[in-house]
């Protein structure tokens, strides 16, 4: 199905190739100047013009000790949505340079850009967004969107943003959850994510899962996920995109790791589509639903069931993953345990 996209495109009276861009050591300050300008026009040209050189992790640099990020920090806010767009691409494209990473947390950026985060044109909140995203993957960056309390206010946007923002923002509480789980447990997190699970984007499906993933990582995260989302799970163990198996069958991977969460998953009947998964020699999926049925197999009920099926693990015992060898291993000793 076709869906609307974000255009990044500036209004026609902007015309880039009129702006008088400086050359050498003096094309930076010249244009940190004009960014002060009281004249809007000046404004606009001399961000264009700065799109195009910090393409090169040089000039961003150069850019950083000059101190361009405190006058783009002033105009996150200017009253003109083709400043604020620029200035929001700017932003990310230094945030795509490990020197650009670096300024943006030293100079307190993401802090700066929440206000973006309802600006009511749909390309300045993209940008932001990509800059949050890209930001995330850097320890320290994830780090600074905790701290920046962006954690509540990026899942309760996932309600109302467009898709490609909703899959940015995904990608971006993955990254971060992966750190720290605890904000988005008191936000109603999961509820959200449970919604999410069952969208008919293939993409929101899959980082809605792989968030969840993450949550269950963190033993309070396990407790949540085991109450509230196994089913669905479940169900998404059948999906039909590769990317959404593996990411759900990996959520629940960790939920079963709980007492709780093995009863709920058997009461769900996981066994069958994760004993499907493991015969699929190609499936991202297989190493996480191997590990899976050892868990289930933990419960008298699940090594029932199992039981009948060891033949399907006994066939992983020749595959050319070692993970997978020792995976299925395991399995076959847990089901066959006797006391």
Request: hydrophobic share 45%; net charge negative.
């Amino acid at each position: 199905m076709a869906h609307a996209r974000i255009s990044a495109n500036v209004p026609p009276d902007i015309d880039p190739t009129k702006a008088p861009v400086a050359f050498g050591k003096r094309a930076l300050p010249k244009l940190n100047e004009e960014l002060q300008s009281p004249e809007l026009l000046t404004q606009q040209r001399a961000l264009m013009a700065l799109c195009d050189l910090v393409h090169d992790p040089e000039k961003v640099s150069q850019a950083i000790e000059i101190g361009f990020l405190d006058n783009l920090k002033t105009l996150l806010l200017h009253h003109d949505s083709t400043v604020r767009q620029k200035t929001t691409q700017i932003l990310y494209i230094m945030a795509m340079h490990n020197v650009g990473r670096q300024g943006l947390i030293q100079n307190g950026v993401i802090s700066a850009l929440v206000e973006l985060l309802d600006d009511p044109v749909d390309i300045c909140r993209k940008n932001t967004h990509q800059v949050f995203e890209m930001m995330s993957k850097l320890p320290e960056g994830a780090v600074s969107i905790l701290h920046a309390g962006l954690i509540p206010l990026l899942v309760f946007k996932l309600k109302t943003e467009p898709e490609e923002i909703q899959e940015l923002i995904l990608d971006t509480l993955s990254n971060c959850l992966r750190v720290e789980a605890s904000e988005a447990l008191a936000t109603c997190a999961i509820t959200i994510l449970k919604e999410k699970l069952t969208h008919s984007s293939v993409a929101i499906r899959s980082k809605a899962a792989r968030v969840l993933l993450e949550i269950g990582t963190h033993p309070e995260g396990k407790s949540a996920v085991c109450e509230e989302v196994i089913p669905v799970l479940v169900s998404l163990v059948e999906d039909t995109d590769p990317e959404v198996q593996a990411s759900a069958t990996g959520a629940l991977m960790f939920a079963t790791i709980k007492p709780q969460g093995r009863f709920s998953a058997l009461g769900a009947k996981a066994i069958p589509p994760l004993l499907k998964l493991v015969a699929e020699e190609t499936s991202k999926a297989r190493l996480s639903a191997i590990k899976t049925l050892t868990m289930l197999a933990e419960v008298p009920e699940g090594r029932r069931t199992l039981l009948h099926h060891t033949d399907t693990f006994q066939q992983c015992l020749n595959d050319p993953c070692e993970a997978v060898k020792r995976a299925a291993e395991i399995a076959i000793s847990v089901i066959q345990w006797k006391p």
